[in-house]
């Protein structure tokens, strides 16, 4: 059974930084693809970014050159460093692990366990 819990959340101006942290509980976290998604209010479910075993990291366009994905392998844990931060990345931001060391898709169906999400605002 996979664990993931978000943290670092919180509110911050346009132009600023967060850096948001999932703590995966597994033996290995290289075994699995690890993604990060949001939700904006009233919005579906937004992938964001993702990691394979591989170290192959990709972003959505929305967040290319502002957001980097990293992981402590010692931690077993995931990392998403956001800045230029924009009101429009306001959401509730979930970390997610696909039991598949490789991420062929960004569907969120794909991705069988979910933190509990942690809220960013920017306002």
């Known amino acids: 059974h996979v664990q993931l819990v978000e943290s670092g959340g919180g509110t911050v101006e346009p132009g600023g930084s967060l850096r948001l942290s999932c703590a995966v509980s597994v033996s290995s976290a290289n075994d699995y693809c690890l993604g990060w998604f949001r939700q904006a209010s009233g919005k579906e479910r937004e992938w964001v970014g993702s990691?394979?075993?591989?170290?192959?990291?990709n972003y959505a366009d929305s967040v290319k050159g502002r957001f980097t994905i990293s992981k402590d392998n010692v931690k077993t844990t995931i990392y998403l460093q956001m800045k230029s931060l924009k009101p429009e990345d306001t959401a509730l931001y979930y970390c997610?692990?696909?039991?598949?060391?490789?991420?062929?898709?960004?569907?969120?169906?794909?991705?069988?366990?979910w933190g509990q999400g942690t809220q960013v605002t920017v306002s």
């Open positions: 997610a692990a696909a039991n598949t060391p490789f991420c062929p898709t960004v569907v969120p169906s794909f991705f069988g366990y």
């Open positions: 990691l394979d075993s591989d170290g192959r990291i």
